[in-house]
Each structure stands twice: as structure tokens, then as C-alpha cells.
């Protein structure tokens, strides 16, 4: 089976400033690696995601993750953050093929002017 | 093309009462999953449809709680009858194959 843990319930940043959300998963099995957002009032948004191949992934809105095997880490970053970022942000696992996703309590990211 | 459409957005039910969520998936996915979330939790796997069939129900929590997929469309939800513990919000979401999930909102279903 597989576990993740975002050790960051909550993570407070000014407007601009770098950011990186933290995200440690376990598992015996290759995984394939994901982060998700949730906005206000909305659904889950895959954001990015790792499958194989280059462990840094690039996603939508500036975002980017790095896997890290050897950590068993998928830190995701951003460099400058915007007001419009403010979300919950959710790490996710999947044994490699299958989509059975175990997910991270989630991050919940507020950008502060 | 459209979403993944879940309805009632909200639903605030009594303890004992009967409720029913439904799951619109993308057109022409053939595999659906419901997700639930309990407050300050993880998001949490319930089950999983191949067309109508269940290929994995192994999250469901008890047997208070029934899905269907008749024909291979859309999807409901059944609990009967609530519990307070059942409070949270339900995700469904439904991909073509072994791709990435496309989430809907939700369904935020209190229990008092």
C-alpha cells in the first residue's frame, strides 16, 4: 500500500514570493506521483504530474515538482507566487498503471498582499 | 467538452434520513470513482466502475452505503440511513483510462 504525508497543513506567503510545498510518499512499488488544487468552491485540478522519464515536471500556472526517489520526495515549487494561488494544494500516489489514488492531507496555501 | 457534474452541490440531511448523490461523468469515460473527504482528512478512495461493473469497492466504509452505475452512464450514491461520521465532501471523478483523473466539485453532505 501506499501513504503520503504533506507535513504542511497550512502555508502562509507574500504575494511574489518563492514557495515550495512539501510532499513525502512510501511505497514498495513504482508510483506515479501527482499534485492536484482545489480553488474555492471547485473541483480537484490536476496541476502536474510524474509518470516516468525526467524527474522535474512542469504544470500549469508557473508550478513544478521534482521527484526525488531516493528522498521518496514530490516537493512541489513556484517561484513567484500570485494572489490567484491561494488554494488547497493535494499530493497524490498511484501504484504505476493504476489509478487508485491515495492522497496527502492537503496544503492549504494563502498568498498575502 | 463538459465535466464531471455532480449534483446536489450541497446537502444537509438528519441522522437516520436517506440520501442520493449523483455522478455525471465525461462523455465516453468509461471509468468512474467516488473520493471522500471528512473534514481536516485526506481525501479517500470509495470505489471504483469499469462501465457498470465495480472493479474495486474496497473503500467503502459499511454497508449503509450502495453505488450503481446502471448502464454504464452515470453513477449514484446511496447512504441509508445517515450517520453523523458520514459527513464530508464526495468526489467523483472519471477518466477514459489509465489516465489522470478529471474531478467534479463535489458534494458537501452534512448530517446533524
Known amino acids: 500500500a501506499q501513504s503520503v504525508t504533506q507535513l504542511d497543513s497550512q502555508v502562509p506567503v507574500f504575494e511574489e514570493a518563492p514557495v515550495e510545498l512539501r510532499c513525502n510518499y512510501s511505497?514498495?512499488?513504482?508510483?506515479?506521483l501527482f499534485w492536484y488544487v482545489q480553488y474555492p468552491n471547485q473541483g480537484l485540478q490536476l496541476l502536474l504530474k510524474?509518470?516516468?522519464?525526467?524527474?522535474l515536471v512542469k504544470g500549469i500556472n508557473g508550478f513544478e515538482a521534482e521527484f526525488n526517489k531516493s528522498q521518496t520526495s514530490f516537493h512541489l515549487r513556484k517561484p513567484s507566487v500570485h494572489i490567484s494561488d491561494t488554494a488547497e494544494y493535494f499530493c497524490?500516489?498511484?501504484?504505476?498503471?493504476?489509478?487508485?489514488?491515495?492522497f496527502g492531507t492537503g496544503t492549504q496555501l494563502k498568498v498575502e498582499l | 467538452e463538459a465535466g464531471v457534474t455532480q449534483f446536489p452541490s450541497h446537502s444537509v440531511i438528519e441522522k437516520g434520513q436517506t440520501v442520493t448523490l449523483r455522478c455525471d461523468p465525461i462523455s465516453g469515460h468509461d471509468n468512474l470513482y467516488w473520493y471522500r473527504r471528512v473534514m481536516g482528512k485526506e481525501i479517500k478512495f470509495l470505489l471504483h466502475f469499469v462501465k457498470e461493473s465495480k472493479q474495486d469497492e474496497s473503500g467503502m466504509p459499511n454497508n449503509r452505503f450502495l453505488a450503481e452505475r446502471t448502464g454504464g452512464t452515470y453513477s449514484t450514491l446511496k447512504v441509508q440511513p445517515a450517520e453523523l461520521e458520514d459527513s464530508g465532501v464526495y468526489f467523483c471523478?472519471?477518466?477514459?483510462?489509465?489516465?489522470?483523473?478529471?474531478f467534479g466539485n463535489g458534494t458537501r453532505l452534512t448530517v446533524t
Open positions: 471523478a472519471s477518466s477514459p483510462n489509465n489516465s489522470p483523473l478529471h
Open positions: 511505497s514498495s512499488v513504482s508510483v506515479y
Open positions: 497524490a500516489v498511484t501504484r504505476a498503471r493504476r489509478n487508485k489514488l491515495t
Open positions: 510524474y509518470l516516468s522519464g525526467s524527474t
